[in-house]
């Protein structure tokens, strides 16, 4: 939903009892509605009410107060006063939103710019505090939509890649990357995209296409570098070398698609779609080990069950 000038915010983003330091807009029949100034403050209790009401498109902040915005978010992430599973909740809640507008921003350039600062201060976070990961994976969402499953994806990547003892540097690239697997679905259907139920052999060659939609539109813009595509292009290929679209086998994958690719099936599992009950953690993982576990890098499913204990701790 389009409300030019402004971007949306989800209230869960904001701290009760914290002003805040941008004017907060509701939007109502198409007009934005001032709902708390600069400098008020919202209650729990009203908090929690607003936010079994949200979609998540009915608050807005005004596009020249986007720094106050992110201002706000950085200091309650640098706060002594807030604790790991309440910084989870604000990182979270306010990039969701973000990652939404990326989605729909039609300069990947600029997406892809925007991206990386998020990623960084998921990083950052999750390398800061030891419990951040397990918090950050057990507020992953429960409904299946592109933006959240991308981003809920990057979080699972981020969490296996550490496991996997990859450097920063290699962390935040995976980040985007994983972030972006799905960029070229912007190619597919709406109707492949969103139909309720199985899709049939043609709609299927259709979906099948995305990974080399999404290296075509990267391959447009500068700021994607060849992992970033690599990942795009490469997570539906498996070590059994009978994945797409090219059929790559084993350690020929490069170790980001890898990653991806089990991140990707494990929160299909556990996500709600139309069509599937979602698995609880634990069942999909031991799924995949015992089901699909050739599809995968072996050692990453492996390293997949430190995630889940990160999981289980929070």
Same mark, same amino acid.
């Given at each position: 939903?389009?409300?030019?000038?402004?971007?949306? +915010?989800? /209230? =869960?983003? %904001?701290?009760?009892?914290?002003?805040?330091?941008?004017?907060?807009?509701?939007? #109502?029949?198409?007009?934005?509605?001032?709902? %708390?100034?600069?400098?008020?403050?919202?209650?729990?209790?009203?908090?929690?009410?607003?936010?079994?009401?949200?979609?998540?498109?009915?608050?807005?902040?005004?596009?020249?107060?986007?720094?106050?915005?992110?201002?706000?978010?950085? !200091? *309650?992430?640098?706060?002594?006063?807030?604790? +790991?599973?309440?910084?989870?909740?604000?990182?979270?809640?306010?990039?969701?939103?973000?990652? @939404?507008? $990326?989605?729909? =921003?039609? !300069?990947?350039?600029?997406? #892809?710019?925007?991206?990386?600062?998020? /990623?960084?201060?998921?990083?950052?976070?999750? *390398?800061?505090?030891?419990?951040? $990961?397990?918090?950050l994976i057990s507020l992953s969402g429960h409904d299946f939509y592109t933006f959240n499953h991308s981003l809920d994806v990057s979080v699972y990547?981020?969490? %296996?890649?550490?496991?996997?003892?990859?450097? &920063?540097?290699?962390?935040?690239?995976?980040?985007?990357?994983? %972030?972006?697997?799905?960029?070229? &679905?912007?190619?597919?259907?709406?109707? /492949?995209?969103?139909? &309720?139920?199985?899709?049939?052999? +043609? @709609?299927?060659?259709?979906?099948?296409?995305?990974?080399?939609?999404? #290296?075509?539109?990267? =391959? @447009?813009y500068p700021n994607s570098s060849d992992a970033v595509k690599a990942t795009c292009f490469e997570h539906h290929e498996n070590f059994l070398g009978?994945?797409?679209?090219?059929?790559?086998?084993?350690?020929?994958?490069?170790?980001?698609?890898? /990653?991806?690719?089990i991140t990707d099936t494990y929160d299909a599992l556990t996500t709600q779609r139309s069509y599937n009950v979602p698995m609880t953690p634990t069942?999909?993982?031991?799924?995949?080990?015992?089901?699909?576990?050739? &599809?995968?890098?072996?050692?990453?499913?492996?390293? #997949?069950?430190?995630?889940?204990?990160?999981?289980?701790?929070?």
């Amino acid at each position: 939903m389009e409300n030019p000038g402004h971007f949306k +915010v989800r /209230i =869960n983003s %904001l701290i009760p009892g914290k002003p805040t330091t941008f004017n907060l807009y509701l939007k #109502l029949n198409n007009q934005n509605v001032l709902y %708390l100034r600069a400098g008020d403050r919202l209650d729990g209790e009203k908090i929690k009410v607003l936010t079994t009401k949200d979609s998540g498109s009915h608050f807005w902040v005004n596009e020249a107060e986007r720094k106050m915005y992110k201002g706000y978010v950085h !200091d *309650q992430m640098v706060s002594t006063d807030l604790n +790991v599973r309440e910084k989870s909740v604000v990182l979270r809640e306010s990039t969701i939103s973000l990652v @939404e507008e $990326m989605f729909e =921003n039609p !300069d990947v350039n600029q997406a #892809l710019e925007n991206s990386r600062p998020v /990623i960084k201060e998921f990083v950052n976070f999750m *390398q800061g505090e030891p419990e951040a $990961m397990g918090h950050l994976i057990s507020l992953s969402g429960h409904d299946f939509y592109t933006f959240n499953h991308s981003l809920d994806v990057s979080v699972y990547s981020l969490g %296996l890649a550490e496991a996997m003892g990859f450097t &920063k540097t290699d962390l935040e690239e995976m980040g985007v990357g994983a %972030l972006f697997h799905d960029i070229g &679905k912007r190619h597919v259907s709406l109707d /492949i995209l969103c139909k &309720k139920g199985p899709l049939s052999d +043609v @709609e299927w060659a259709q979906m099948q296409k995305h990974p080399q939609y999404g #290296l075509m539109i990267l =391959n @447009e813009y500068p700021n994607s570098s060849d992992a970033v595509k690599a990942t795009c292009f490469e997570h539906h290929e498996n070590f059994l070398g009978n994945g797409y679209p090219q059929q790559l086998q084993g350690q020929e994958i490069h170790p980001f698609a890898r /990653i991806v690719a089990i991140t990707d099936t494990y929160d299909a599992l556990t996500t709600q779609r139309s069509y599937n009950v979602p698995m609880t953690p634990t069942d999909a993982v031991t799924m995949m080990k015992d089901k699909l576990a050739g &599809k995968y890098d072996p050692e990453m499913l492996k390293a #997949l069950y430190s995630v889940l204990f990160k999981l289980k701790a929070a």
